[in-house]
């Protein structure tokens, strides 16, 4: 296999991994500055806003995915 594919793999691997721990970060944020003991979560959270706090696993990943592809690339949400 060429070098140059190899390194084309390999940067995308990265990229993916990057991604996901973009995402997990980006959640894990909004997550902690609304603990679970608190009664009325904070209206400027994005999680509040998309009404994601009461969703399955998979749409909260998604959309947390979504939201660091965005940081990533430089658009604003």
Do not use: F
Not at 4 to 10: A, K
Not at 31 to 47: A, G, L, V
Not at 56 to 68: D, E
């Amino acid at each position: 296999m060429n070098a140059m594919y190899i390194r084309i793999i390999n940067l995308h691997i990265i990229i993916t991994l990057a991604l996901h721990w973009l995402a997990c970060v980006h959640y894990l944020v909004a997550d902690m500055m609304n603990p679970p003991e608190m009664e009325k979560k904070k209206k400027n959270s994005w999680i509040t806003r998309q009404n994601l706090w009461n969703q399955t696993t998979p749409i909260k990943y998604i959309n947390s995915v979504i939201r660091a592809l965005s940081n990533m690339v430089g658009h604003k949400t």
